[in-house]
């Protein structure tokens, strides 16, 4: 009886991948990380970060192996340590209680996110009503709204929600959105709001941040051909979801989120003879060839580069660790 012939020798047919350009970490998630890096260098471990300071359990887990110890609320943390706020930002309140504790306390929000802060808070000094397009429970929206008195911003999730809004009383609203939806849902949901309410005035600039204005465009481009598109990222991040329902609305076949090469399944590629590869805006690049070395064992791999936007945004590090 001839023994089993290994997979490398019968199933080693030819598959296309097309990486998506631009892919993987954005200027405020390389900054958070250099915050925590660096805080660890400069003060030593441990380092306590509120919240995961990125969406992504690899970054976690490094971080934590460097001496970073993550909690979710800051009267986990002693008095005595650094303690950094993540990349999503966080409530007024909780720099407050910070002070109040004279902590020493690393800012790592994304600056995009500050500015959408900023925005609500210029909207409320001018007597408007916010209406803020998110994710309930989000850390991102969870900070927004804590940036305002509570009643001076109503969340809106969806086009229905955008639909059954009331407007408190005679109030002139404003909008802002969290910075990593869907650009094609946000604008829906925008358009019904706007139906309703056409005197409502547009941000000074996109709250949509461009990093996940960019990813989306790419991964518009993969679905147009790809019978199966793999985003790599973890599954509470929200950029790295949405990158997903971009996929299958633009075409794809099929795609799936993966936290990394392990989460593959093959049964996915069946019949598929070109993939798409992006990886959301807090996953690390070497994920991503994780996954092309694990599709080159199994199938006879060529790989394109797709075109697409060129990032050279960068964002600065708190003077604390630069001084």
């Known amino acids: 009886m001839n023994a089993p012939v290994p997979p490398s020798q019968f199933q080693r047919r030819p598959l296309s991948v097309r ?8 200027a405020g998630v390389d900054r958070a990380i250099q915050i ?34 993550f909690v979710k609320e800051l009267d986990e943390c002693p008095d005595d340590r650094p ?21 020493l306390f690393l800012d790592a929000t994304c600056p995009l996110v500050s500015k959408v802060h900023v925005e609500a808070e210029r909207n409320f000094a001018a007597g408007r009503h916010v209406i803020l397009i998110g994710h309930a429970g989000h850390p991102e929206v969870v900070g927004t709204m804590g940036q305002l008195p509570a009643g001076a911003i109503s969340l809106v999730e969806t086009v229905e929600d955008a ?15 969290q910075t990593t939806l869907s650009v094609d849902d946000t604008a829906e949901i925008l358009a019904a709001l706007k139906r309703r309410f056409p005197e409502l005035p547009d941000p000074h600039k ?3 941040c461009y990093a996940t204005t960019n990813r989306q465009e790419a991964v518009k481009r993969l679905g147009e051909g790809c019978g199966l598109v793999l985003v790599v990222g973890s599954k509470n991040s929200s ?14 076949g099929d795609a799936r989120l993966v936290d990394d090469a392990g989460d593959l399944d093959w ?27 694990a599709l080159r064992a199994r199938f006879d791999v060529t790989v394109t580069e797709d ?16 001084t």
């Open 83 to 103: 303690v950094v706020f993540s990349a999503h930002g966080v409530p007024k309140s909780v720099p407050a209680t910070a002070r109040s504790r004279e902590m």
């Open 307 to 322: 075109d697409g936007a060129r990032e050279t945004v960068t964002f600065k590090l708190p003077r604390a660790l630069t």
């Open 36 to 69: 925590v890096e660096r805080a660890i260098e400069k003060y030593g471990a441990p380092v306590y970060v509120r919240h995961e300071i990125v969406h992504n359990r690899h970054v976690v887990d490094r971080l934590k192996g460097l001496g970073a110890v």
């Open 239 to 252: 950029n790295s979801a949405r990158l997903v329902d971009v996929a299958l609305k633009a075409g794809a």
């Open 163 to 177: 639909e059954a809004f009331q407007r408190p009383g005679d109030q002139p609203l404003a909008y802002a959105t």
């Open 206 to 208: 996109e709250d949509i």
């Open 267 to 293: 049964a996915w590629f069946d019949g598929v003879e070109t993939v798409g590869l992006t990886a959301g805006a807090s996953a690390p690049e070497p994920l991503v060839h994780g996954v092309i070395d």
């Open 19 to 26: 990486m998506a350009t631009p892919r993987g970490f954005c």
